[in-house]
């Protein structure tokens, strides 16, 4: 058989958001790779759905596991499941978050605090349970994904710009500790990314969105999900520590 690139033929991947317009993307790119997956988010219906697409598509067997993130007692049992059931976990992708959009000085404390738990507490929680295993196995790949507004900020986003950035902050920490075991920590910051949500925007509004764009449009899911199928690969056994910016040049940041 040929190699390969970028090919994940026997890892096991745990998902968060998986059945999201970003989150679907990236677990088709890993499973189209190989990976057998564990889908994790709130709406047990969706889950399984998207499951039974997954295998259909590309067999694997794969599993879905009901997760609420802001509940720090689920978050804990969350990769001890997966362990359980797919007897491994080699790829973590950090990928659910939220937002409560507000200005800083009408902010609750309510939209500060829900934002932060699930978009970065329930991050290093999942992070922190999965370098266990990885460590052991010396062998890890730790993606999240952030985004663009965690470099740039962004009015109104206060909490979630901060977050993002904070998930940053954390990677690059959590590489240096666990480098001289094989695992590897990187984030994906998208840009403006077409889903369900900017597909019902007026055509005024994704007209002056594009303008922001260098290259005039917005992204794909599938962009996001190349990038993590990448990260994921042992190809990328020496990158750690990087945010890889998918933003069609909206910001460009070395």
Not at 6 to 18: I, P, Q, R, S, W
Request: hydrophobic share 40%; charged share 20%; glycine share 12%.
């Amino acid at each position: 058989m040929e190699n390969r690139l970028f090919d994940l033929t026997g890892m096991t991947a745990l998902v968060t958001g998986a059945a999201g317009g970003i989150g679907s993307a990236i677990c088709h790119a890993l499973a189209r790779q190989g990976a057998r997956l564990a889908l994790s988010g709130t709406n047990p219906g969706k889950l399984r759905a998207f499951r039974e697409e997954l295998n259909d598509t590309y067999g694997h067997d794969h599993i879905e596991i009901t997760c609420d993130l802001s509940n720090s007692e689920q978050v804990e049992h969350l990769v001890p499941a997966t362990v359980d059931t797919l007897g491994k976990i080699d790829i973590l992708v950090n990928n659910a978050g939220i937002t409560r959009d507000n200005l800083a000085m009408r902010m609750k404390d309510e939209e500060w605090d829900a934002v932060i738990r699930v978009n970065l507490e329930a991050a290093f929680r999942l992070m922190r349970a999965a370098c266990k295993p990885m460590m052991k196995a010396r062998h890890g790949r730790i993606i999240t994904i952030t985004s663009v507004v965690g470099a740039t900020g962004n009015p109104g986003q206060v909490n979630y710009a901060a977050a993002k950035a904070g998930l940053v902050g954390m990677s690059k920490s959590l590489g240096q500790e666990v480098a001289s075991r094989g695992i590897t920590v990187n984030c994906v910051a998208p840009g403006f990314i077409r889903t369900a949500m900017t597909d019902v925007l007026p055509d005024g509004q994704k007209d002056a969105l594009n303008a922001r764009i260098p290259m005039g449009r917005m992204g794909e899911g599938e962009d996001i999900g190349a990038a993590v199928a990448y990260l994921a690969s042992k190809e990328a056994g020496y990158v750690t520590g990087q945010t890889l910016h998918v933003n069609g040049g909206m910001a460009m940041i070395s």
